[in-house]
């Protein structure tokens, strides 16, 4: 049976860490006071960069929500997508450039259209380490050897951490299923 008070719980709890970073922010800059004009700058710089790029995001959003069916995610990056699915992952996370934070919110909406666990994590790490525009600058001052070793060395360890940290997620639930049915004896 499903736990009314949960989104209620989830709801305080997110107040609770907010209001914690805030104390330890608060912390931070009485003991370090000349940092508080760079603190407050930089944040504030970072509020606006936010505030610019978050709503082109939730178009981007919807969009693909209304676009892209859950058959297509689940057929090509769904568990069984295997590494047709990782490279796409690859492909995906390479393609666009920005901050990571940009990614998060099209990680969720894939995770709800049927994305396995791995194509996920494998997305997003192609999007904080692999960019077409870094690697075109790799390859002018550092060479094809080098650009290309990176590259392929990237793309190894992020598709075994995904694979990783999935195959973990499965044990953990199993785990932790487990326990519940053994509760409820």
């Known amino acids: 049976m499903p736990d009314k ?21 608060a912390i931070i800059l009485w003991i370090f006071p000349t940092k508080i004009t760079v603190a407050t700058t930089t944040a504030w710089n ?4 936010m ?7 939730m178009v981007i959003m919807g969009l693909f929500s209304v676009f892209v069916s859950k058959e297509l995610v689940v057929k090509y990056l ?7 699915g990782i490279l ?13 934070y940009i990614a998060f919110p099209l990680a969720v909406a894939l995770r709800s259209k049927g994305a396995s666990v791995s194509n996920i994590v494998i997305f997003l790490s192609a ?6 525009p870094q690697e075109l600058v790799e390859l002018q001052f550092l060479g094809i050897k080098f ?33 519940s049915q053994e509760l409820g004896k």
């Open 127 to 132: 999007w904080a380490c692999i960019k077409l």
């Open 147 to 179: 650009m290309a070793a990176r590259l392929a060395l990237t793309i190894l360890f992020v598709a075994i951490m995904g694979i990783f940290i999935e195959k973990l997620i499965e044990w953990t639930d199993k785990k932790r299923i487990g326990v």
């Open 88 to 100: 796409l992952a690859v492909f995906f996370g390479a393609l666009p450039t920005g901050p990571l």
């Open 78 to 84: 769904g568990k069984t997508s295997g590494i047709k």
């Open 51 to 57: 505030v610019m790029i978050l709503p082109a995001v």
């Open 5 to 25: 008070n949960k989104p209620r719980q989830e709801v305080i709890r997110g107040y609770v860490l907010f209001a914690v970073t805030l104390i330890a922010a």
């Open 46 to 49: 970072y509020f606006l960069e």
